[in-house]
């Protein structure tokens, strides 16, 4: 059974970037047909799909937040990691990183989820 585990600082300050890594257990990030995503939940509101990166590596990003985010992979940690930069206090939310076979995760029974962390911005 695949288990991913996100990490990363709690805490970024204004205007930096902020970076997580997702770590894969049990399932390898280049199998065939599974996308792997970067989901948010900021306080008191729903869940926002960040981007993607593919089984073939090929990336996929919310229109929302293209011009700020960057998704990559370590296969041979079998980890991917999201970048976000320039944030913001309305970056704080909790992220997490999932597992499906679409590229864009919508709801929590969507494929294989994170525990999720809690990512705060300020100064």
């Known amino acids: 059974q695949v288990q991913l585990q996100e990490s990363g600082p709690g805490l970024v300050k204004p205007s930096q970037t902020l970076s997580l890594t997702c770590t894969v257990s049990?399932?390898?990030?280049?199998?065939?047909?599974?996308?792997w995503s970067w989901i948010r939940q900021p306080p008191g509101k729903g869940l926002e799909w960040m981007g993607a990166?593919?089984?073939?590596?090929?990336?996929y990003y919310s229109p929302s937040l293209k011009s700020r985010t960057s998704i990559s992979r370590d296969t041979s940690k079998n980890q991917f990691t999201l970048q976000l930069s320039s944030v913001t206090p309305e970056d704080t939310a909790v992220y997490y990183c999932?597992?499906?076979?679409?590229?864009?995760?919508?709801?929590?029974?969507?494929?294989?989820w994170g525990q999720g962390t809690q990512v705060t911005v300020s100064s």
């Open positions: 999932a597992r499906a076979t679409s590229i864009v995760v919508a709801t929590t029974t969507t494929g294989s």
């Open positions: 990166i593919g089984y073939s590596g090929g990336t």
């Open positions: 049990g399932g390898s990030i280049t199998t065939n047909h599974y996308y």
